[in-house]
């Protein structure tokens, strides 16, 4: 009982406010656009990947891509778990299995300390759904 606290608390809780900042942008976005992961699925998706990260480092510090390599192979499998094809040819939920396998890369830059990246990227994650479609474009244009 002696070393409950072992040095890195601070540093974690830093990473995990971070985590929990990103995930409920992404979060938030996905949910007004009524997508099917919102805040809780990205916050859990940031923070469990920056807890394997931060493991990582403090377990085995030259060599920390050993756990982040399959923190991506898991986060694929249930990325692929959310994408379902509809009736027809019609594939659904594809750009929210990846915004999740983003967000866990964001997670991954936390647990590195790479706080001005993963903010970078959580902007872009919140941008990129409000790029309006092609398809959009087509239709607002006149017929020739």
Known sequence: MDNILIGHELDFLIRIGVCLLCGTSIGVEREIRNKPAG?????????????????????????????????????????????????GDKIT?????????????????????WYIIATIATLYAVLVPRIPHVKTWRKATPDE
């Open 39 to 87: 805040i809780s699925t990205n916050c859990f998706v940031i923070a469990g990947a920056c807890l394997f990260t931060f493991i990582s480092q403090q377990a085995d510090p030259t060599s920390p891509a050993r756990i982040a390599a399959q923190v991506v192979s898991g986060v694929g499998f249930l990325g692929a778990g959310m994408i379902l094809k509809a009736a």
């Open 93 to 113: 939920n594809l750009t929210t299995a990846a915004s999740v396998w983003f967000a866990a890369a964001i997670g991954m830059a936390i647990g590195m300390g």
